[in-house]
T-cell receptor, first 113, second 112 residues
Framework: ETGVTQSPTHLIKTRGQQVTLRCSSQ?????VSWYQQALGQGPQFIFQ???????GRGNFPPRFSGLQFPNYSSELNVNALELDDSALYLC????????????FGPGTRLTVT | RKEVEQDPGPFNVPEGATVAFNCTYS??????FFWYRQDCRKEPKLLMS???SGNEDGRFTAQLNRASQYISLLIRDSKLSDSATYLC?????????????FGRGTSLIVHP
């Protein structure tokens, strides 16, 4: 076990709604990255937070936003949900900004109907 | 051309076989490289880092070829439990931060 936890494990939302996903990083890690993984694809980098600041962003629209808290836990918020947002959302923690190994949580499976 | 490319497979091999996967990347300034393993409906787990000098961990050997811009993973004496998807990750600097890019993964099926 990596010690990275995510909640909830599963979620069903309707198109247009908003969702918040949560992640607690592994003890001693100060960096959290979020990924979206569609079926049959590799994880796609959404963004990374290092010491409560966004520290890199992938090719995702502004309706994907995040936060990191002083205890290094993190939230991913997605507004105006679209059907294509249905995916497994993974967070990964690491020590320092990420040229380093990352340790993944079990993910949140989001279904948008 | 995709930034990181992998043959999705599946690679279907008998127990005891040796199997190798490659992963090519397009950004010549990429700085760090990893292999992850992902079991069905589970999260990716770090398998090993990849260094220019190559590295070995038991039955697994990873190599980096910067000139040709690819990394490889060799699995010797395959076990049934090696059946999984193997993801390569390439990390490159972008605007002061490091952006990791995953390949889509290569599926390995080891059969009795």
């Amino acid at each position: 076990e990596t010690g990275v936890t995510q909640s909830p494990t599963h979620l069903i939302k309707t198109r247009g709604q908003q969702v918040t996903l949560r992640c607690s990083s592994q003890s001693g890690h100060n960096t959290v990255s979020w990924y979206q993984q569609a079926l049959g694809q590799g994880p796609q980098f959404i963004f990374q937070y290092y010491r409560e600041e966004e520290n890199g962003r992938g090719n995702f629209p502004p309706r994907f936003s995040g936060l990191q808290f002083p205890n290094y836990s993190s939230e991913l918020n997605v507004n105006a949900l679209e059907l294509d947002d249905s995916a497994l959302y993974l967070c990964a923690s690491s020590f320092k900004a990420s040229a380093n190994e990352q340790y993944f949580g079990p993910g949140t499976r989001l279904t948008v109907t | 051309r995709k930034e990181v490319e992998q043959d999705p497979g599946p690679f279907n091999v008998p127990e005891g076989a040796t199997v190798a996967f490659n992963c090519t990347y397009s950004n010549s300034a990429s700085q760090s490289f990893f292999w992850y393993r992902q079991d069905c409906r589970k999260e990716p787990k770090l398998l090993m880092s990849v260094y220019s000098s190559g590295n070995e961990d038991g039955r697994f050997t990873a190599q980096l070829n910067r000139a040709s811009q690819y990394i490889s993973l060799l699995i010797r004496d395959s076990k049934l439990s090696d059946s999984a998807t193997y993801l390569c990750v390439v990390t490159g600097a972008s605007g002061g931060s490091y952006i990791p890019t995953f390949g889509r993964g290569t599926s390995l099926i080891v059969h009795p």
